[in-house]
């Protein structure tokens, strides 16, 4: 199969798994590690079978990926600006900085400076959509291109 | 009451244990008897020799007395009893002759360890119930209440008692010869201990403890006791029975935070003899009495967190051990169900606590239980990895040996009700369907055979939960059109599947699952007269794909799609959709030919089945096309025309299975000419009818000169050469007045004589021969009849015939086209002489026809003229004579003379020149 072909269904993927993480997260208890690891399982598991190479990492990079979901969610309600949308880019870039770590744990190729700071301006980017509390807000499309974006990219550098 | 009931429930079960343990003893012995009684007897069987020398010799390897000891007493700490007579006895001499067997008291002697049954009774039974009924009497005396001893005396004495039991046990048992009767004493000892350490606090008569807690703490102690002591036999089954001692202390106290808490040491101690001395047996009892305790202790009203966590330290607990004995790959004793047991017992736990303190968040504890079975999965699959297992080990064998299958599909079951209980609507199937893919890759990832079929069997449970939630179905709105409810879903589904095969070469399953989906939601979102046709619009699609990727499993869905699409569509269409849908009936077709066109032009092979199938495909939906678009009187006409382009296009071989289906659908126009036209046969029809006679002969005649052009399949050139004079015959008849058919046959026939004459096909001479007869048939039965115009047409037939008859070729068929040439001058001159002088004329024809046999030298002329004058003569005397007037009856008889005279000498004269005409 052709690699753009191959992204796109990745895309879809992860897509698919941002929607679940808005239909399983639970805004009482979004603010904590537990509450939060149900609904960032999706996709912390997808990208880890797509994109950490020893499997006995796996665990590790998953339960990581659930404490950057949680800190970046901590993030976003927490800081103050009157433009929700900055809030929300600053938590994105928070959240893509740490999933690119989290996930070199297990991939060395994302261990680079460029790798790194390309998922970070990603995660930053694709979470602009973002308007939590928002009375038109579509949570299902914004985690989907947020973990869609990220976690493409995360595939297309980690099998490059 | 219920103390007493207790406590002599203790004692029964010590009186079982010690029971068992002898019982268990004694059939060892048998056992081995037995087995040495069997090696005698082969020793016997197959050399009497080395029977002899076995009866003179020991034994020489017999079996270890210690292997039957240490079943029992590990690894005794106390003296060893005297070995077992059994054990121990010499061989008995083997007789030649195998002696008759034991009777019934030998037997049972020999059971009971070759001790007589009333030592057995006084020594040991008695025993046990005495030690019993001792201590239902320590029970009762606690019990009872009276004036001259308060609750401390009755315990002092009742643990007076139940220590020198206890102490005279240890120290009798000592001895070898009073070790059954001392450990009866022990466990009258400690029974009495514990019931006293149970009476102090809860039975009002004995209690000298108020603090439930110092109580509990008490009979733990004792239990504790009780435990250690039981350590010293190493013998699983006391020191199950004092563990289940410390268990019962448990149940009873009154204190629930303690019990439940206190649970956990025990439990953990219990688990960690289990592991120690390998006494699986022991463990299981301590998960089922562990999880039963906390259940008897009912609910507490404690917070969910502080609940959760003491289950998850049960959970913690079995499942360690579990894991410890996986890793020691021990399976015994039921040591298997430890793990399913620990997991129905913590999640049923935790599901009532979870439904009492909690229920909307159900989920989430569903989510986490998830998270310890993958934890659980993961460290099995380290502590124990598949490559451990034999290869094509079956997967239960696998489970009961510890495997990480048994949690992952706990985890997954429990991801799914997570997933169940937080989302809702159709997002429900989404997220199943997402966590199936997620299995499903992982089994990709591991290579894991397990985890696919996982994920597979995931995938169907997220598909039936799709249709049995949305059935009924009810409709939503995506991008402003209605659809199903379950549409979106079940297109996630194939889109999954289509992902699963390109990206991770799944099987070819997933692809014909993802076109079966593509195909019921096609199937139920369009209109039924769309519905084939879209079928074979993706069939198209699939088989592009299949084309381009080589993968055969894509072929094969667009030949089952397209056919039931093809069959859709012609089901659809010809069950009376509205006429002006002919749009999707012809875009069908052109997706049913341009599929042949594409493998034609690809110059790919196809088998002959497909091929033929599809020719058929496309006669079957371009005959219905024309039945929906050609004006009805004009249908069959057009099914003729179409079944000539359709053997055209065989013909190019576009394909050439279109030759036999083109005469499929030639019969069909035909019949339904003939069919469809049947009420409008008449003379001067509507023009439909007549253009459609005609037509159906044009076309038929259109097969005859292709297959005429290609020097092939005489023979249905010849069936189409005949079908069409068929056709052409009665459409003459039609647009043609009287007058005027036995013309146009007779032309009609000229055409197939001089065409089979030119074109050397004796079949078209013969087929214009046969168009003679039915116009000699109409100019006899309806021109000669015309007074008007029957010299002319008459004239024309007898002119036809005399043309065939000197056009024609053997002397038969001569002969033939002469005689009915001269049968309708004959039928002629009947119609145009009148009564009188119809002998004469005929006379005269016969002369004609003697002259022009002469002059043609054609005998049959000349035998025609003889026959013709011989009626003539027979009519003269038969009917002349009798019934014309005298003048005509004399001109005839004398014109007849005359020319049989002259006949006559014209034979006579010009004999010779006959005789070498003849």
Redesign the interface.
Known sequence: ?KRP??LV??A??FA??G??TE??A?TA?TRTF??N??AV??FA??AA??CVRP??LM?LVVVLHCAVFTGAVQVAVSLDSPVPQINMCVAGLAGGLGVALATAIGCRKLFRIRQLALLTATGAIAAIPFQIGGPDSLM?LDFAVWQGAVGTLLYALSER | MEYILGVLVIALLIAWVVLRDRVGRLEDRLSLSEGRLRELEALQKTSPVVVEEAIEKPVPAPIPESVFVAREQPKPIGPLPPPLPAYVAPVAPVAPVTPPGPSLPDRLRQKLGNEEWEALIGGSILNKIGAVVLVIGIALFLAYSFAYMRPAGRAAICIAGSLALLAAGVQVERRAKYRVFARGLIGAGWAGLYATSYAIYALPAARIIESPFAGSVVMLLVAAGMILHSLRYRTQAVTGVAYAAAFAALAATPSTPFAVVSLIPLAASVLYLANAFEWNAMALFGLVATYATCIARGDSNAPLASTQTLFLAYWVLFETFDLLRVRRRSLSGGIEWIFPLNAAAFLGLSYMAWAHHAPERLWLASAYAAALYLASAIVRAVVRPPSSFENGERLSARMRAGSYEGPLLFAAVLAALAVMGRVTGVWKSVGLALEAEIIYLAGVRFRATFLRRLGGGAFVVSLASVLWRNLPAEETSVLGRPVWNWTPPVLFHAFLFYVNRGLFRAHSAFTYGAAGLLMLVLGAECPAWLIGTAWLLLATVLFEIGSRTRLREFGIQAYLLGGSGAMMTALAHASGSPHRLWIPLAASLALVYGNVLRVRLAKGSESAALSTGKALATALLAVLLLWRTVPWDYVALSWCALAVVLFELALWKLPAELRAVSWCVAALGGAAVVITHADGFAKYPADAVSISWFGAALCAWAFTARLLSRREQTFLRDVAALVGVLFALPALWMVTPDVGVAVCWAALAIVWLELGSLLRVNSFRWLGSGILLPMICWELAVNLYDPHYRLIVASAGIGTCYYFWRRGGGLRIRAVFSLLGTLLLTALLYHEVSGGLLTVACAVEGVALLGAGFALRERVLRLQGLVLLLACILKLFLYDLRNLETIYRILSFVALGLILLAVSWVYTRFREHLRRLL
């Open positions: 199969m072909v191959k269904l990745v879809l993927l698919g798994a929607v679940l239909l399983l639970d208890i537990l509450g690891a149900p399982l999706p598991i997808l079978l797509l499997p006995w665990p299902p």
